[in-house]
């Protein structure tokens, strides 16, 4: 076999895998649903016309839910750093799948893919999760790995006072575009915690 069919074998071989993983087929490839226009990145992005004021030429109707958090009440406008507010306005129920590009749909979220507005019984994220925790609870010593040494990084999240801090997002642990093809859209897989592991020192 000469070698540039040797390297052709081997490219398609990666090829493959590669192709089918990533968003096409993800549980965010919405093309097959009757609400999505057939397209996958325009209930979450457009090209023109993108929502003002907002990052990544996003398309989607943001949430002003109010919830309730580990900290108490808390609402999408002050509580969120950007990201997380941009899964919330899908994941909450509150604002339809299909509300993107100026129009009101009527399509909601369902099952385990509903977090709901008690966000007490999810993993803390934005203002619940500051890192290091603010105010910093009594096991704090020795319980986090130092924020330098994370493998899934923190987002900035602009307190009430205007103080900017280093919170943990939906997008600490999980990839909406699913790059990796990870089960659960997550980051780094969680095989034996390894997720979990990365933050708490256990
Ligand atoms: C379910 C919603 C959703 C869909 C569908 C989606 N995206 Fe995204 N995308 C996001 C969110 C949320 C972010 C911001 C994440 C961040 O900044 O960390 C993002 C960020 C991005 C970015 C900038 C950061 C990066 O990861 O490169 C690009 C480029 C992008 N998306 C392209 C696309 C394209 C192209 C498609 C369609 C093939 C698509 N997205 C489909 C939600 C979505
Ligand atoms: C346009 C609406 C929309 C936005 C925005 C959105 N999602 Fe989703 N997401 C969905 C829907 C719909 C499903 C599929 C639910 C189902 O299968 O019943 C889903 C599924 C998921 C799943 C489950 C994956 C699996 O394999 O079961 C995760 C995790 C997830 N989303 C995380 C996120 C995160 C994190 C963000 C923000 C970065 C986000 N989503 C933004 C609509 C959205
Ligand atoms: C500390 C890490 C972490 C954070 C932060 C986090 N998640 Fe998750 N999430 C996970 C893990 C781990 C799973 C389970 C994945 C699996 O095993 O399939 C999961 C599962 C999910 C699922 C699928 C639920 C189901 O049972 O079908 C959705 C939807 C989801 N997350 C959305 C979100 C949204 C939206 C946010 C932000 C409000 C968020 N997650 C924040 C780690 C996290
Ligand atoms: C990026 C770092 C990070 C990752 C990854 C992470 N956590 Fe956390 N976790 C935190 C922070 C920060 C808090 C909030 C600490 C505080 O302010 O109380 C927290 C809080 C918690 C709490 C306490 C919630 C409460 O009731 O107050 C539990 C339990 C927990 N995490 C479990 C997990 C599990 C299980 C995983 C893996 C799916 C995980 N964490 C992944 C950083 C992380």
């Not at 192709?19 to 996958?40: C, L, P, R, T, Y």
């Not at 990145?41 to 839910?65: D, Q, S, Y």
């Not at 999408?76 to 590009?101: E, K």
């Not at 203002?127 to 987002?155: G, K, M, N």
Request: with cysteine; net charge negative; aromatic share 8%.
């Amino acid at each position: 076999m000469n070698a540039k069919i040797t390297l052709g074998l081997i490219l398609a071989g990666f090829a493959a895998p590669l192709a089918s993983g990533q968003i096409v087929n993800s549980a965010h490839d919405f093309s097959s649903m009757a609400w999505s226009d057939g397209e996958i990145c325009k209930p979450c992005h457009t090209p023109h016309f993108a929502m003002e004021g907002i990052l990544r030429l996003w398309n989607h109707e943001l949430t002003v839910a109010n919830y309730t958090l580990h900290a108490g009440a808390g609402t999408a406008v002050d509580d969120f750093d950007i990201r997380s507010r941009l899964c919330l306005s899908c994941h909450d129920g509150t604002v339809a799948l299909d509300s993107f590009g100026g129009q009101s749909g009527s399509s909601f979220i369902s099952g385990q893919a509903n977090l709901g507005t008690d966000l007490t019984n999810d993993h803390p994220v934005g203002s619940d999760a500051q890192y290091p925790p603010d105010p910093a609870p009594v096991w704090w010593s020795h319980a986090f790995r130092p924020a330098e040494d994370l493998q899934v990084r923190l987002y900035d999240w602009e307190d009430q006072a205007g103080v900017t801090r280093k919170v943990i997002s939906c997008v600490t642990c999980h990839d909406e575009h699913n790059a990796g093809n990870i089960d659960g859209m997550l980051k780094i897989s969680n095989n034996a915690s390894a997720l979990c592991l990365d933050c708490h020192l256990k």
